[in-house]
């Protein structure tokens, strides 16, 4: 079945230490790949996405993605946590079957330790 | 000047009522969504309009029923609430086709 699989629901990591969220999807044609996140009691905020072409992608806050198709995953990472990035982080796919529409993963809360 | 703006960003109401959620956007969009979040943070999309235009409806109750007014709006209007449709409910947009979509602050729905 078509799915986006997010394996951690809960990440701590120490503030100042590096970061990666993993992110696997089931689609067969290459889809459009976002990551979007999301602080207590507010709405979505997008990092970055993939399109096309550099399968490194620069986002906001110091995030990055690499999007490697031989394992359909798109992981997120940043090399050093601030406490400001405790959130809720969601993968999303867009199938681009011609009708846009978002398929969110399960999300993955992360919480900062000092 | 919030480019996608929901009301109310709160809502209690009992169980049978029928109630409205409203969606404005600014940023000249053709494409405008309802997603729906449930208890569990697990987002699923519930409709789409283009250009006032139904184009997606994901399997939702017909107790739903957006209305697009023109561009800039969709509403969502849900009939004879129940339990189970206690959620935030979430607008979006996006733009020219395969960009990324804007979402607003969300929409809670209590139903008790």
């Known amino acids: 079945a078509q799915s986006v699989t997010q394996p951690d629901i809960h990440i701590t990591v120490s503030e100042g230490a590096s970061l990666e969220l993993r992110c696997n999807y089931s689609y067969g044609a290459t889809p459009y790949l976002f990551w979007y996140v999301q602080s207590p009691g507010q709405g979505l905020q997008l990092l970055l996405k993939?399109?096309?072409?550099?399968?490194l992608v620069q986002g906001i806050k110091g995030f990055e993605a690499e999007f490697k198709r031989s394992q359909s995953s798109f992981n997120l990472r940043k090399p050093s946590v601030h406490w400001s990035d405790a959130a809720e982080y969601f993968c999303a796919v867009d199938p681009n079957t011609g009708f846009q529409k978002l398929v969110f993963g399960t999300g993955t809360r992360l919480l900062v330790s000092p | 000047d919030t480019a996608v703006s929901q009301t109310p960003k709160y809502l209690v109401t009992q169980m049978g009522n029928d109630k409205s959620i409203k969606c404005e956007q600014n940023l000249g969009h053709d494409t405008m969504y309802w997603y729906k979040q449930d208890s569990k943070k697990f987002l699923k999309i519930m409709f789409s309009?283009?250009?006032?235009?139904?184009?997606i409806n994901e399997t939702v109750p017909n107790r739903f029923s957006p209305k697009s007014p023109d561009k800039a709006h969709l509403n969502l209007h849900i009939n004879s609430l129940e339990l189970g449709d206690s959620a935030v409910y979430f607008c979006?947009?996006?733009?020219?086709?395969?960009?990324?979509?804007?979402f607003g602050q969300g929409t809670r729905l209590t139903v008790v």
């Open positions: 993939y399109f096309s072409g550099d399968t």
């Open positions: 979006a947009t996006s733009g020219r086709p395969n960009t990324e979509a804007f």
């Open positions: 309009y283009n250009n006032k235009e139904l184009i």
